[in-house]
């Protein structure tokens, strides 16, 4: 089949750095209950939030990064690429599963504190320790915030197929995720977890998300730059992000939420999550327009300085996540064993985010050190420069005593053989 999709342009696009940056500093601090500085991400004010961003951009940058390659070297060369980096995935998930899992063990023994087993979802640990770490090897078992992971890890591992399509009929494989989302929906499709219920992110519906970013990295953006660009759809979007706005602190705020009929309040509230409801869905596609709309790649502002550790907690952000979930749980601790006052939160908070940024900083600077240095070309030698020999002096011919001066015969072969002859 001929090609279709239209390869993003050469060159790293900031933008995707600087928010996948921020979604990662609010899965970090959303994970922290409790705790006022939360207040700062998106998932307060509208019914998407970090991690559908996180999800979209993940899609983005997996077309951006293997569709080239699979196009120059093949589906082979491209699927392995994509498997291995699911590999890197699934180490970097089975690495921070058990140092999570020990780390709240460890405080669970040291602070007498059995409440936290059960909070954070390790209590079969304790009844089964062999059956549910098999689980957690298989994904099925994942303790409290460890969900984001095992569905990128799922999302990535199917992926190869679909960019194959991707490349060749992108709309089609854009309604085939449409298709599949809607069908996951009404038939609730799900993956089974361990030691029961299903999974959080439903990977059925969540694909549609990863789906939408690979598309829009090859052709889908420019192909709905009218959609982007139009008017109704900005004074649409406008509407809807406050709409949600309201329907969102409504559930928030009990009080305000008496004010709206219960038909309403309770068609967005719980925001259902796990089937990454309709809604959801529209407000994140609005947001992404209105991004691409009034924030271009060229933009300078992408280059000032206050962006540059967002910026760098994106270029490493498997690292920054990882971390990002462990320090989650570390806060969480420390606000519930001190006095959760607003300074306390405000401390974690902001340590917190030091800290990832820190870690960018170091991985960013060590991967810099381990890239071979350019050769540099030797020197040229300067030429030395003999000096030139002194000339001879010229002794002044002997004159007669007249004043005629004498010429004297050198004595050279020439002279000897005159003489002769």
């Not at 829009?216 to 004074?235: D, E, H, K, M, Q």
């Not at 809604?279 to 609005?286: A, G, K």
Request: with cysteine; aromatic share 16%; net charge positive.
């Amino acid at each position: 089949m001929e090609i279709h999709a239209t390869l993003p342009p050469k060159g790293r696009d900031l933008r995707l750095d600087l928010f996948r940056g921020l979604a990662n500093w609010a899965i970090f601090l959303d994970h922290i209950p409790n705790n006022v500085v939360n207040w700062v991400t998106t998932r307060n004010y509208g019914f998407s939030d970090a991690a559908d961003l996180f999800v979209f951009i993940s899609g983005y940058t997996a077309s951006f990064v293997y569709a080239k390659m699979m196009l120059e070297r093949g589906f082979v060369v491209g699927a392995t690429r994509l498997i291995k980096r699911v590999w890197q995935l699934y180490v970097a998930h089975v690495i921070l599963f058990v140092i999570y899992i020990a780390a709240i063990g460890y405080v669970a023994q040291r602070f007498n504190d059995v409440d936290i087993i059960s909070e954070f979802n390790v209590a079969g640990l304790i009844a089964d320790p062999i059956q549910t770490l098999t689980q957690g090897l298989l994904l099925k078992f994942k303790p409290l915030n460890l969900d984001v992971l095992p569905l990128y890890i799922v999302l990535m591992a199917l992926f190869p197929p679909v960019l194959w399509l991707m490349l060749r009929k992108p709309d089609l494989t854009m309604l085939a995720s449409l298709a599949l989302y809607f069908a996951a929906r009404h038939y609730g499709w799900n993956l089974n977890a361990f030691p029961e219920g299903q999974w959080y992110f439903n990977p059925f519906t969540w694909q549609l998300l990863f789906v939408f970013g690979a598309w829009f990295a090859l052709g889908g953006a420019t192909s709905s730059r009218w959609l982007i660009t139009s008017p109704y759809v900005l004074y649409f979007g406008v509407a809807y992000l406050l709409f949600a706005l309201v329907m969102t602190m409504a559930g928030r705020f009990p009080a305000f939420g008496e004010m709206f009929p219960t038909w309403l309040y309770d068609a967005f509230n719980p925001n259902d999550k796990t089937f990454l409801a309709p809604y959801r869905v529209l407000h994140f596609v609005l947001i992404a327009f209105l991004v691409v709309r009034f924030l271009p790649k060229e933009w300078p502002g992408l280059e000032w300085r206050v962006f540059r550790p967002l910026i760098k907690c994106g270029q490493q952000s498997l690292a920054v996540f990882c971390v990002g979930i462990f320090l989650s749980f570390v806060a969480h601790f420390l606000l519930t064993m001190s006095s959760g006052s607003l300074t306390a939160q405000v401390l974690v908070s902001v340590i917190g985010i030091a800290i990832l940024c820190g870690v960018a900083y170091y991985i960013s600077w060590s991967k810099q050190q381990d890239k071979p240095r350019p050769k540099t070309a030797p020197k040229p030698a300067v030429p030395v420069v003999a000096p030139a020999p002194a000339e001879a002096e010229v002794a002044p011919a002997p004159h007669t005593p007249s004043g005629v001066p004498v010429i004297v015969a050198s004595q050279t072969s020439d002279s000897a053989d005159a003489g002769k002859a």
